[in-house]
């Protein structure tokens, strides 16, 4: 008894990355440490098995990466968001490729590693794996990306063989205002991100975004065709979108939310053959409460994504989605 009272102490003081699911609250250091031992030794998790489990039980490892990890690293983009993360594998290959998995599988086309966006699965069956250039999400809206270690299929479905990647927005309501970031640097030419939060009565909040940038071209160390070090894959991409976040009584929550898409990633490096990305979704979740110990979700999305490779291959997927728990 006293080791395990010791060892949740020791994740407590050094641990600031402690989750807590689905739920909008990240405890603190701060608050950690104004818990009792009995506190301390009830704190639940929601990601591994969906459900609520004491920490000391849940039997997998769980990293979590809250907003303010995001904000202090000055991190401009999400694979450099799960850097962050230490048990992911993330590189970037040129200018719009990025090599991101766990468990030693790592390569641009990395598989078996499952990623969503607000529940959103973000696949493409081409080879089952993730486009990392159109996952433009704005930072400054993420409130935590839960990452799961170890197998998680028989739970989450395919796709999860090495881990589970959850990145999670914030509740309209806790982006209110107007936020406007913009910039330019070597790396990135030009970049820019304005979002607007805003309410409807007392029980409705939404917000709207744009975000885009324009990525520089990789330096070649070992150029083998001429003596420039340009990597001529410079490309750019753009995003729009809103949320709505509706507390229809204490019970329900209802939660609308799109984006749009439109980029020109170029992973070859030449100019006529830059890869046209675009594309769109569209979610819906509702929420009935029936007790601390019951709830009904309803998720249900659809997904386009259209992407021309430039070489007479053509990728147009369309994906549906309805998803009840209970």
Not at 198 to 220: M, Q, V
Not at 299 to 306: G, L, P, R, T, V
Request: no cysteine; hydrophobic share 40%; net charge neutral.
């Amino acid at each position: 008894m006293k080791k395990r009272i010791l060892l949740v102490l020791l994740m407590a003081y050094s641990s600031p990355i402690l989750a807590f699911g689905q739920t909008d609250t990240i405890l603190s250091v701060e608050n950690l440490k104004n818990l009792s031992l009995e506190e301390l030794m009830n704190i639940q998790v929601f990601s591994v098995s969906k459900s609520a489990e004491k920490l000391t039980e849940v039997a997998s490892a769980v990293q979590v990466i809250t907003s303010e990890d995001i904000r202090r690293s000055g991190v401009t983009t999400l694979p450099e968001a799960l850097r962050l993360a230490q048990n992911l594998q993330v590189a970037k290959v040129n200018a719009s490729q990025w090599a991101i998995s766990a468990r030693g599988f790592n390569n641009v086309l990395a598989s078996k590693l499952l990623v969503m966006i607000d529940g959103r699965v973000v696949y493409t069956p081409l080879y089952a794996g993730v486009f990392w250039d159109v996952q433009n999400v704005l930072l400054e809206d993420v409130d935590r990306i839960e990452v799961i270690s170890g197998p998680g299929g028989a739970l989450w479905g395919a796709n999860a063989v090495n881990g589970v990647i959850n990145i999670i927005t914030k509740n309209s309501k806790k982006t209110q205002g107007l936020f406007i970031e913009a910039g330019s640097g070597n790396q990135k030419p030009w970049f820019g991100n304005l979002r607007y939060g805003g309410k409807i009565g007392d029980n409705i909040h939404y917000r709207i975004y744009g975000t885009a940038f324009k990525e520089a071209s990789t330096l070649l160390a070992n150029p083998t065709k001429s003596d420039s070090t340009d990597g001529k894959d410079e490309w750019s991409i753009g995003q729009t979108g809103f949320r709505i976040d509706w507390q229809a009584s204490s019970k329900d929550v209802l939660t609308l939310q799109s984006d749009f898409y439109d980029g020109y990633p170029n992973p070859d490096g030449k100019a006529a053959s830059a890869v046209v990305a675009m594309g769109g979704n569209a979610l819906a979740r509702w929420t009935h409460t029936f007790s601390e110990k019951s709830d009904l979700t309803v998720h249900a999305y659809y997904d386009n994504a259209w992407r021309d490779f430039r070489n007479g291959f053509t990728e147009n997927l369309k994906t549906y989605d309805l998803d009840a728990q209970y």
